[in-house]
């Protein structure tokens, strides 16, 4: 059938349901119900959830996300791993590692699709930090390790809530409404006391380097000054001297663990000089006993690089190391682009703004922590990768001006310029 202009006319699809069964992955994926209630587990929910989030994308490909850099480079990035399946020393473990990273996809489109209003990013981020309130709650009860999975210690919880913390932060600052207010600023403190009851050192690195890029961006410095100090109070006073005294041998690098990493940072170096190309997915742990020289006293057969860097490098080589800073670029440029201009703000423009900055803290808490633990196929980053380009195609619908048009911006300076320029334009 056909409109005034003689072109066919679109059918609206309702992704209602849709939308429902992308939060629902979220779910069985984070909070793993399966693994507390007893038979749950036998159905297998996140494979369920997973095809039928399949079936909404073949039904409505139409609807499909096409010219997204960010999700062409996580193609580019799977593809690449696949790759290297036939040429890995272990090839199950470089199939595992692709099949893994390709199951994120039916989640990030399915993102991308049904998050397209300001509604729904609404909707989402609560449901993402509420999720955050639930495990934080359960490692809280557990001597600060998470159900397993992606939360297996102390480390990979706090690295996740240092994630989800400046979302909880900023959209506090901005929010009007008395009990989401409420909500946000609950959020915070129980993410915040599940970093210290966890005792990562690798979280509180993580923490201090995230909450210094809230106050770098924030554009309400001396308010975020107080809150920090505020916040470090109740924890300086809810640790204790035990918690302060481990926390102050992070800079010790003649400590076992501490001198641990660094010789396997040096191994997985010396691994990639000898493989530029890569040596597969989740092959650092099969190749490792080949490069730790005299550095261990023993084989280290599975040892891991405990660093996303130093996976990323000897694991992918040069093609994964150009793949990975290209998405990191655009996910700078994007989320300094969310954010408007404009003199008179309205309530939607407030929120994307919040949402800005909280992209650019949470990539500083997902980095900064990463740095120490092997968490280069985990889901979040890629995860919030997804947010940010929703919440740049939503920003772009709203807009008015061209300029905050992300999508049409293509980065062509320097990483380390990029990033410089991405938070000084921001704060």
Same mark, same amino acid.
């Given at each position: ?27 069985? %994926?984070?909070?793993?119900?399966? %693994? ?7 159905? !297998? ?72 209003? &300001? ?13 955050? &309130? ?21 480390? %990979? ?16 600052? &901005? ?51 107080? $809150? ?31 001198? /641990? ?36 006293? !023993?084989?280290?057969?599975? !040892? ?32 300094? $682009? ?22 650019? $803290? ?7 922590? /990463? ?55 921001? /704060?």
């Amino acid at each position: 059938m056909g409109n005034a202009t003689g072109k066919p006319e679109t059918a609206v699809v309702d992704t209602t349901t849709w939308f429902r069964c992308t939060m629902l992955y979220l779910l069985v %994926d984070y909070a793993r119900p399966q %693994d507390l209630i007893p038979g749950v587990g036998a159905i !297998r929910p996140a494979l369920l959830v997973m095809a039928v989030l399949i079936f909404f994308l073949i039904k409505h490909r139409a609807l499909l996300v096409r010219g997204a850099k960010q999700i062409r480079m996580i193609w580019y990035f799977i593809a690449l791993l696949g790759l290297f399946i036939p040429f890995a020393r272990n090839n199950y473990y470089a199939y595992a590692t692709f099949s893994e990273m390709l199951k994120f996809m039916p989640f990030i489109l399915s993102l991308l699709i049904c998050v397209n209003s &300001i509604e729904r990013l609404k909707t989402f981020v609560k449901f993402y930090v509420g999720l955050m &309130i639930y495990i934080s709650l359960y490692a809280m009860t557990h001597g600060g390790m998470g159900s397993g999975n992606y939360f297996a210690d102390e480390n %990979d919880v706090s690295l996740y809530i240092n994630m989800v913390i400046p979302f909880c932060y900023f959209l506090f600052l &901005i929010e009007e409404k008395k009990w989401t207010k409420v909500f946000y600023g609950t959020a915070l403190m129980i993410g915040l006391l599940t970093v210290v009851i966890s005792f990562s050192r690798g979280g509180f690195v993580g923490l201090v380097i995230m909450f210094f890029i809230v106050w770098l961006v924030s554009p309400r410095k001396m308010v975020t000054v107080v $809150a920090i100090l505020f916040l470090g109070t109740i924890v300086y006073f809810y640790a204790g001297e035990t918690y302060l005294n481990e926390m102050g041998t992070v800079t010790d690098t003649k400590e076992s663990t501490a001198k /641990a990493r660094l010789n396997s940072w040096a191994s997985g170096l010396d691994m990639f000089l000898d493989n530029p190309l890569g040596v597969g997915g989740n092959n650092f742990q099969v190749r490792f006993p080949e490069y730790q020289g005299d550095r261990f006293n !023993r084989g280290m057969w599975g !040892r891991v690089a405990h660093s996303l860097w130093f996976t990323l490098i000897p694991e992918t080589g040069i093609f994964g190391i150009v793949i990975y800073l290209r998405l990191l670029i655009y996910n700078l440029k994007d989320a300094r $682009a969310i954010r408007t201009r404009r003199k008179v703000l309205s309530g939607d423009d407030r929120y994307l703004n919040a949402m800005s900055i909280a992209f650019l $803290a949470s990539l500083a808490g997902f980095f900064a922590s /990463a740095s120490f633990i092997s968490v280069l196929y985990y889901p979040h980053y890629w995860y919030l990768t997804a947010m940010i380009v929703a919440t740049v195609r939503i920003r772009k619908k709203l807009s008015e001006a061209p300029e905050d048009d992300a999508l049409e911006k293509t980065p062509g300076k320097p990483f380390g310029k990029a990033l410089r320029k991405a938070v000084g334009r921001t /704060a």
